[in-house]
């Protein structure tokens, strides 16, 4: 899930006598952390006490754009606590419910992800936003659940995501997320090589630069190396994409050609004005290949002090990165800093917190 959002779903059958549904989100790319899903107890709107008091606080459009402008800035407590304001006055406000269920994603609670992103669909019927993030939710519980449950959630993400896709064929991310559970998830679950082709098909005019992912990530599936180099190539291509060449760079990661992938990554900034998630990929990728570590951070840096923070890559979690760069140097002081910076966002974020612990 690109465009802001997140990417990259991957389901996998990790034994012979039970179904494991892993999910990555839009830009699990970036992240590698762990997902820790914590229940989240009582109603939604059971705030945290917190009463943004503001010029617009007896507006209700008015902290909407608020609790998104928060979100895309990574202070998800403020998010979360002006979404209940507002649902405490209006609990029909359909928007507001789809900022906390992407608040609660970007926490990594999962359960209550749900339960927004559920309301969300239920009060704006026509949104193709709404269903892909209820999709991504789903996706989310699906990694910590058992055979069965595993199984009936793996359904209910296919039904979002197509839903998502059905009420907006061009939405992007949309596209991405029903594209990589057709090639990753097995036909009984509703994958197939051939959905994805056709989707391609669909998107073509409208997306090429998606069609052309579809294409690459299914001949990668597929073990036809050459063709996939061709398709993310393509992708690129298209319209010169910064997280079109993030792709082409992981896939060079990915077949063991670190010195192309660091090239790759390398005109991906070069690419990037905008210094916008893109460039956590691209931290994200030059750690997992142990190479230009001051590129990395200064890639992050960036991203944390630029005016293009989104929720395709919460702030918590790259503050979690810097922070176990830093503790990987020997750099307690710095790294606790930087976990801290995380708690100060998001107060019950888990991996920050098990982050410090671990220090």
Known sequence: MTSGNRKHLDWNLVSTSALRLLFAPSRLLILPLLLLFTPIPGPLYAGTGANPDTPNAGSSAGQVRLAEQALLFGNLDDALARTRWILASNPNDGAAYLLMCRSFYAEEHANAAIQACAAAVRLMPRSSAAEDWLGRAYGMAAKAAGPISGLSLALKVKAAFAAAVQLDPEDGPAVNDLSEFYIDAPAFLGGG??????LAERVQSSLPQQADRIRALAA????DYATAQSAFQAAAAVANQPAAWVDLGAFYRRRGEYDKAVETLNQT??????????????????????????VAWSALQDYLHGGARSDAAPAVKVYVMLGEILASRGDRTGAKIEFEKALSMASGYAPAQRALQQL
């Open 220 to 223: 990668e599936k597929q073990k």
């Open 269 to 294: 900034l070069a690419l990037d004005p905008k210094r916008d998630a893109s460039l956590v990929d691209v931290a994200n990728l030059l750690g997992r290949m142990h190479r230009e570590p001051e």
């Open 193 to 198: 090589m051939d959905k994805a082709m056709a």
